[in-house]
Structure formats: C-alpha cells, structure tokens
C-alpha cells in the first residue's frame, strides 16, 4: 500500500494510480460487497467507477439531504439510475429547531442528514471518495479508517457496530481524478465548468465567516439559490426568537435582533443561546 506522499513523487502517472487502487479494492474485498458512498461529486464518481474496474461486488448509495444543489440532484437521477437513495429522519430545518443552527465545531447536519441514514445498513465495509489533498483533516483519517458505533445491528466490537471505511483515491491529486474522469469517458456536473470547486450542500458551517473568500463564495451560493438560503435564514431566526422568549441568553455578537443573530452567524460567529 502506498502513502499520499509517496504517490506525489515524479514519476507516478495515471496508470500507476489506477492500478495501484484496483489492488487495493481487490485486496479488502469483503464476501458480502462494499458500500460505495455516493455523493454526484468528482471523487465519488471516481471510486465508484474503479469499483467497477476492479471488478469487485458493491452497491453504492447516496444520502439525500434535501439541502444539496438541485442541480446535482438531477444529475444523479439523470446519469445514476442505479444508486440507491437514503433518507434522514429530519431535515435540516427540523434540525435547526431542535439542535440550534450548526457550527463548524458543532456540525450536528453532517451526522445526522449523511451518516445516519446509512449507519445500519448491513454492508458495512465503506467505500469512500476521500482524499488526503483536500484538507488536513481528511489527510489524517487514512487510507482505512474504522468507525466503532455505539449502537446499531450488524458486525460488532464489544457489543459496538463496527463500520470500516477505505478510501482507494487517498493519494490521488485533483489533476489524477480529472485525467481519470476524461479518460473513461464519465459524465459529471456542469457546476464543475462553471467555477465551482465544491459541489457540497448549499448551506454548510464551512462556508461560513468574514474572510473575502468565504464572504465570496456565500454570495455567489445565495444569490443562485436564494429559495434555500431564506428557508435557512428563516430558521436560525426562528430559533433565536424562541430561545430569547426562555430567559437570559449567552452570546458573543453585539445587537439586540434576530437579525444581529443571522448576521453575527453567517460571520462565523459561535452565536450559542
């Protein structure tokens, strides 16, 4: 098995990572199949087609927010009739109301409208499109990464469900997935060729802040998808009416409105009532 800095070095060209992911995939090939994880993006659609390669039994899967760009929504039904839908038990919305807006150290959205849905699933050997490239978060979870669960059916540890997760593009750079995507021919979203880096939910605790790239990036979100972003606002005021009606409140935003609120959280500000 190769390191991500290993597959950097000169030398290493498209074939050498393709075949390298294939063994790998081969290699931890459970009885029962993966579970490939689906999201419409390039690295998804990346290793679900070298789990096709490689020959190996898999189903793949995608865990429908119902905050993602509508956009690749379509496309997933258009271009992936195969993959299986998986649905939270709530919506964001509905999250907001009960958890309070999310925050970049308090992503409650990620686990409960993408993990959730499929954590007792029966396959519970994981394909994932991580790569270490793009964060140093993702860089520190490895090429297997295993996740033991409180509670669920399935295989276990002590009691625990256990879920194993590989990642078979780890090492790969951007360039690679591209040169990959072109050379097999596959489709992908427009909002690719459009400018777009990310193709992730519209409303999301990264994109939160007051640095230009952030401020930026949040426009250009609100202004194509104005419809979302008022659900959203709608709600996090919701919220801070509610909590303000209790009695005292924690804060560090300056102002006295739900507006002051909306503003200091799209700033980034840990706004907790």
Aim: aromatic fraction near 14%.
């Amino acid at each position: 098995m190769i390191s991500a800095r290993q597959a950097s070095l000169p030398g290493f060209d498209l074939g050498d990572y393709i075949r390298e992911s294939i063994d790998f995939l081969c290699q931890y090939e459970p009885p029962e199949g993966y579970f490939v994880g689906f999201s419409g993006g390039k690295d998804s659609i990346t290793a679900l087609q070298l789990c096709k390669l490689a020959g190996v039994k898999h189903q793949a899967f995608y865990s429908c927010t119902r905050i993602d760009p509508p956009e690749v929504v379509r496309f997933i039904k258009r271009e992936y009739p195969q993959v299986t839908w998986l649905y939270p038990k709530i919506t964001m919305l509905e999250g907001i109301r009960k958890h309070g807006p999310p925050f970049r150290s308090r992503r409650w959205c990620c686990d409960h409208l993408k993990k959730f849905p499929s954590k007792n699933h029966p396959l519970t050997n994981r394909v994932m499109g991580i790569r270490a490239e793009e964060s140093s978060g993702r860089a520190e979870r490895g090429r297997i990464a295993v996740r033991v669960l409180k509670k669920g059916r399935g295989k276990n540890q002590n009691g625990r469900r256990v879920l194993t997760h590989y990642h078979p593009i780890f090492a790969w750079p951007e360039w690679a997935v591209w040169e990959f995507i072109e050379s097999q021919n596959l489709v992908y979203p427009a909002m690719y060729d459009e400018g777009f880096h990310r193709i992730g939910c519209i409303v999301c605790p990264y994109i939160l802040g007051k640095s230009p790239g952030q401020v930026l990036n949040r426009s250009i979100s609100m202004q194509r998808w104005p419809g979302m972003w008022k659900a959203f606002e709608h709600a996090v005021k919701w919220y801070w009416k509610v909590t303000s009606a209790k009695g005292p409140r924690r804060k560090s935003y300056e102002g006295e409105t739900a507006e002051d609120y909306w503003q200091s959280y799209l700033n980034g500000f840990e706004v907790k009532q």
